[in-house]
Structure formats: C-alpha cells, structure tokens
Nanobody
C-alpha cells in the first residue's frame, strides 16, 4: 500500500504563487506515473497535470504556461509549482499515483 500526503495549499491573492508537494510512503513511487487533480465546489474532479516515471509531462490547457509539475524520485516526492494564480484555480488539489492511490487533498484558495 502507498500513502500520499499533500501539503502546501493555502490562501493566495490573484497573480500569486504556491508550491504543492506530494510525499509518497514507498520507494516504488519512482516506477509510477503521478498526477495532480483538482475539484472545485460543485464541479467534477479534473486532471491538472501528469508526469511519467521518466519525467515526461502533460498539462490541462487551463494551466499550461502557469503550472509546472516535477518529481524527485530520490525523495519520493512530487511537486506542483503554481504561478499567476487565478480565482478559477480555487479547488481542492489531490495527488494521484497510477498505482491506484490518492492523497487526502489540500485546499488552494485564490482570492483578493
């Protein structure tokens, strides 16, 4: 079993930045693709960004050029650097492993 723990969420003004982290409990983290999802109130959970075990990345159109996903396999940790944040980025952000595990989520609120 793998546990995923997100951190780094919070309240930020429009145009600001946040960096989310997702720490995995097992060293097999490195062999799986990982992803960030988000879910805003009243909306379906959506994919934000994905990173393959080898580092290839893909992004939702809504965050391209603003968000950067990365991973440090030595630390069993994935990151999401979020810049130029907008109110519509407000959501609970979840990390996911293609091994079938989810984190508990971290709240990101973008508001003046």
């Amino acid at each position: 079993q793998m546990q995923l723990v997100e951190s780094g969420g919070g309240l930020v003004q429009p145009g600001g930045s946040l960096k989310l982290s997702c720490a995995a409990s097992r060293s097999i983290f490195s062999i799986y693709a990982m992803a960030w999802y988000r879910q805003a109130p009243g909306k379906q959970r959506e994919l934000v960004a994905r990173i393959a075990s080898g580092g290839r990345t893909n992004y939702a159109d809504s965050v391209k050029g603003r968000f950067t996903i990365s991973r440090d396999n030595a630390k069993n940790t994935m990151y999401l650097q979020m810049n130029s944040l907008k109110p519509e980025d407000t959501a609970v952000y979840y990390c996911q492993s293609t091994a079938g595990y989810w984190g508990q989520g971290t709240q990101v609120t973008v508001s003046a």
